[in-house]
Structures are given as C-alpha cells and as structure tokens.
C-alpha cells in the first residue's frame, strides 16, 4: 500500500524540481516508517515455536504424539471453584488455547494455502494466581486404539524466571476416561508448596 503510494508520487512531480526536497523528505519519512513496520513486525513474530505470553505467570500444557488423531482435554479448577476446559476456554484468570481433537481441525488455510499443524497439544494459561490448591485432570476424548496413549503433563512456572515445577507421563487406556494429572498447591507468594495425585473427578460422567 505504501510503495503504490510511494510510486504515485513520485510519478506525480517528476517534473517538477522544486518540490525535489519534499520528495526527498516524503521518502525519508515512508523509509521511517517502514523501518518501524518491520521492527515491529519481528517484535510481534519473535519465533515461531514460543506460544508464551508475557503476562502468564503459569502454563500447564498436555502434548500427546504428533499426527496422533486421538482427543484429549486439559481440565483445571482453581482454588476457586473456576473451570477451564473445551467447553469453557475462559475462567477466572484461566485460559486454555484451544481444544486440540487429535488431528481433526489440524489443517487450516493460509492464504489460500492449505497448512498441517501436526501438533497435538492443550494448553491453559494462568495469567495471574491465586493461592490455594489447582486440580490438572486429563480427558481421553476419544480413544481410536487399544494399546494406551502417552500424554505428557508439564507445568511451568513463568515468574521471575521459567522453572519447570512439574513433568509427568499418562498412559490413558479408554474413552471417557478422567484421571487427576496431579494437583498443586500455591502459597500466598505463588510458590509450589505441595503436590499431590488425589484423584478428583472434574466433569462428572466424562463425556460431553
Ligand atoms: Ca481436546
Ligand atoms: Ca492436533
């Protein structure tokens, strides 16, 4: 949109030698201005493989293997009774990126082109916490084979500094199924003060 501009005017007063240094000035200034497009053009895009938000002080993710079509869900519940999972994205000051369906939905279109995301990863940020004790559950959504699926349970603590508080592997077998991942404890300071694997059944009757 600019170079058109660009070029109209340039067009437009070739002739025209007195107007030389508006010209120069004008380009000056769109040189600026495109140099400030592009930075924050790279400000926004910084790398492509880091989904984390600035402000989450916590992400709790679950990544079953890549190309995988089976449905899994991440279900957390804050200390406050606040449920966040595919049927509510948004909950306190939870939220879960999206409801990943194995690899429904993993094929998008991008300008025209079609792009597979083989990716199979839930993810729920918590942007700010609260202390108190939150309960990480998994769903097997849908199961397509007999032998068990591995999904992996991380969560991270983002302030001051990334740590992994916690990293553990679930072998889920049927449909249906809910199993407590583990459940955490925050002090007042948002420090991890205790874990335990308590089961606690989040959506009753499994499926929606
Ligand atoms: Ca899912
Ligand atoms: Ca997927």
């Given at each position: 949109m600019w170079k058109m501009t660009l070029s109209k005017k340039i067009l437009f007063h070739e002739d025209n030698s007195g107007d030389a240094f508006t010209d120069l000035l004008f380009n000056a200034l769109l040189g600026f201005a495109f140099m400030f497009f592009i930075a924050f053009s790279l400000i926004q895009n910084p790398q492509d493989g880091g989904n984390i938000e600035s402000k989450a002080e916590f992400i709790i993710s679950a990544e079953w293997e890549d190309h995988h079509p089976d449905d899994v869900d991440l279900i957390v519940e804050d200390p406050k009774g606040n449920i966040v999972y595919f049927q509510r994205?948004?909950?306190?000051?939870?939220?879960?990126?999206?409801?990943?369906?194995?690899?429904?939905?993993?094929?998008?279109?991008?300008?025209?082109?079609?792009?597979?995301?083989?990716?199979?990863?839930?993810?729920?940020?918590?942007?700010?916490?609260?202390?108190?004790?939150?309960?990480?559950?998994?769903?097997?959504?849908?199961?397509?084979?007999?032998?068990?699926?591995?999904?992996?349970?991380?969560?991270?603590?983002?302030?001051?500094?990334?740590?992994?508080?916690?990293?553990?592997?679930?072998?889920?077998?049927?449909?249906?199924?809910?199993?407590?991942?583990?459940?955490?404890?925050?002090?007042?300071?948002?420090?991890?003060?205790?874990?335990?694997?308590?089961?606690?059944?989040?959506?009753?009757?499994?499926?929606?």
């Open positions: 994205q948004q909950a306190g000051l939870m939220h879960l990126d999206r409801d990943d369906r194995g690899t429904l939905a993993d094929r998008l279109i991008i300008d025209g082109v079609e792009v597979e995301n083989p990716s199979n990863q839930e993810v729920v940020t918590i942007r700010g916490f609260m202390s108190g004790e939150y309960v990480v559950n998994l769903l097997y959504y849908k199961s397509n084979f007999i032998t068990p699926l591995k999904v992996k349970v991380k969560i991270e603590k983002i302030n001051p500094k990334l740590e992994v508080v916690y990293f553990g592997d679930y072998y889920l077998k049927r449909t249906g199924e809910e199993v407590t991942a583990v459940r955490f404890l925050l002090d007042n300071k948002g420090i991890v003060a205790d874990l335990n694997y308590l089961q606690k059944p989040i959506i009753s009757g499994g499926v929606k």
